[in-house]
């Protein structure tokens, strides 16, 4: 239950620190789970209660997480004023 306790908790502080108009869609589109964390068994069911959000399992979690990196590495260029580290 820690691993899911620190994840649960790493969603909440994103969601504290998340432009307001990125947070509208997230409310009304809710939250995709991707990774081999989506896979953990009810932790969409654990984050919808305790956030209040919808949350989804991407329908192929392990696939999408690279794939999406993938698209985002070709799309540098454009994407630049979009990127930001915490470093």
Do not use: F, Q, W
Request: proline share 5%; with cysteine; charged share 25%.
């Amino acid at each position: 239950a820690e691993p899911v306790g620190a994840i649960i908790e790493a969603v909440k502080v994103a969601l504290e620190h998340t432009a307001p108009e990125l947070a509208a869609d997230i409310v009304d589109k809710g939250i995709v789970l991707t990774g081999g964390g989506a896979l953990l068994g009810n932790l969409d069911l654990v984050l919808r209660h305790d956030t209040g959000l919808p949350v989804s399992i991407a329908d192929d979690p392990l696939s999408c997480v690279v794939l999406g990196t993938g698209r985002a590495l070709e799309e540098m260029k454009r994407l630049k004023d979009v990127l930001t580290t915490m470093y």
